[in-house]
């Protein structure tokens, strides 16, 4: 499975880094917009991530 999912995997990975680097530049720069950006943009990935997983590997 982890094989055939990678995509799904590198999709969950890049709304994590998304998240956290919006996250940071809000930390460091006091932006509001940053957070929200970063929350739209890995929300978005998320949502790729959880779709390839479904139709990768559909529940029975």
């Not at 995509?7 to 880094?17: D, K, V």
């Not at 739209?40 to 998320?46: C, D, E, S």
């Amino acid at each position: 499975m982890i094989r055939k999912n990678i995509a799904g995997f590198w999709l969950l990975f890049m709304s994590l880094i998304a998240f956290s680097g919006f996250y940071v530049y809000y930390e460091l720069s006091g932006d509001a917009e940053g957070i929200e950006v970063g929350k739209i943009v890995g929300g978005m990935l998320l949502a790729l991530s959880i779709i390839s997983f479904i139709k990768i590997r559909p529940w029975k």
